[in-house]
Nanobody, 131 residues
Framework: QVQLVESGGGLVQAGGSLRLSCAAS????????MGWFRQAPGKEREFVAG???????????HYVDSLKGRFTISRDIAKNTVYLHMSSLKPEDTAVYYC?????????????????????WGQGTQVTVST
């Protein structure tokens, strides 16, 4: 059984930092992709960052342009865990953050950004940024 369990969310003041963790079990996703998405109230789930692997480009990180520089995705293969480091947080970053994984191969940048590109999802962790 595949499980993705997020942790690290919470309440933080604007300008602060958080590190979200996603521990995977049942699959390693080493040859596929893992990503972070977020969903604010009344909005659709949106891509935040992802790590993919493909035959032609190897391992790559992908980011939403608007978050690049503030958010960083990383992975500890030994722990089968992916992280999202978030800094200079803003109230508009408030959302439920979801971890996702897929064993599909040869993810390109477009597929990495799609909700439909992932097969497994965590339960989400709430991040609230106060003014």
């Amino acid at each position: 059984q595949v499980q993705l369990v997020e942790s690290g969310g919470g309440l933080v003041q604007a300008g602060g930092s958080l590190r979200l963790s996603c521990a995977a079990s049942g699959r390693t996703f080493s040859g596929g992709a893992m990503g972070w998405f977020r969903q604010a109230p009344g909005k659709e789930r949106e891509f935040v960052a992802g790590i993919t692997w493909s035959t032609w480009s190897g391992r790559r990180n992908h980011y939403v342009d608007s978050l690049k520089g503030r958010f960083t995705i990383s992975r500890d293969i030994a722990k089968n865990t992916v992280y999202l480091h978030m800094s200079s947080l803003k109230p508009e970053d408030t959302a439920v953050y979801y971890c996702a994984g897929s064993e599909g191969s040869n993810f390109d940048d477009l597929r990495a950004r799609l909700v439909s590109g992932y097969d497994y999802w965590g339960q989400g962790t709430q991040v609230t940024v106060s003014t």
